[in-house]
């Protein structure tokens, strides 16, 4: 990434991770949504406490997974921080995502565009986790790149909101929309980001593959 896109990479992850840590671990529950939200929230509200603070791990998490100076100076933290992200971030934020894409505002098209969301989300998790065991760094990179352009999906939303009611679109039309537009274009970005970025191999490789083969003999 170029030094500016890195920034606000970071700048935006972790302000909306603040943002709603914050948010939720402060005010009372639906002080940040409109009443009917609200009303929703209250109704489920582990499932919801659940969701937010997962993805709050998440985001927090993420762009250090994409620091090359953080792998080349610990791997084993790397690993760890990657585990968390994964397991604690991903796993459970994806499923109590899923479970609350039921109760979305905005009809079928809303539920479905945020359980579509949730399902990618644990499915690219999945498949980056599963490439690195076996020792595939090329594709566990572009797993991972499509992962976090998923949980990014908790900045887009919160941009595309303000932008639509300055645009004079009512909720009942933004919600569902932006239940497609907080991920879709995401993933297009990432598709484009493999076309241009140069691919691991030789060196890289090597260690990656050494590296996963250190993973399958250890007990943790």
Not at 8 to 28: E, N, S
Request: with cysteine; charged share 15%; net charge positive.
């Amino acid at each position: 990434m170029h030094a500016l896109n890195k920034f606000l990479f970071r700048f935006f992850a972790l302000g909306v991770a603040a943002y709603a840590a914050i948010g939720y671990a402060v005010l009372p529950l639906g002080a940040l949504v409109g009443p009917e939200m609200k009303a929703s929230f209250e109704l489920r509200p582990a499932g919801i406490y659940m969701h937010v603070f997962a993805s709050v791990f998440a985001l927090a998490l993420g762009p250090f997974q994409f620091s090359a100076r953080l792998r080349e100076r610990s791997r084993r933290l790397h690993r760890w921080l990657g585990r968390l992200y994964l397991g604690v971030g991903v796993l459970l934020g994806g499923l109590s995502g899923l479970y609350l894409s039921q109760y979305a505002l905005g009809g079928i098209v809303a539920k479905l565009g945020f359980a579509t969301l949730a399902v990618c989300w644990i499915g690219t998790g999945v498949a980056a986790y599963r490439a690195v065991r076996r020792g595939d760094i090329v594709s566990h990179r572009k797993w991972m790149v499509r992962n976090l352009a998923l949980t990014l999906a908790a900045v887009s939303l919160r941009l595309y909101f303000p932008i639509l009611a300055v645009a004079g679109v009512p909720f009942e039309v933004a919600y569902p929309l932006v239940a497609w537009l907080s991920w879709v274009p995401n993933l297009i970005v990432a598709e484009r980001f493999h076309a241009v970025v140069r691919p691991v191999t030789g060196t890289g490789a090597l260690l990656g593959r050494a590296e996963a083969s250190r993973l399958e003999s250890s007990p943790s």
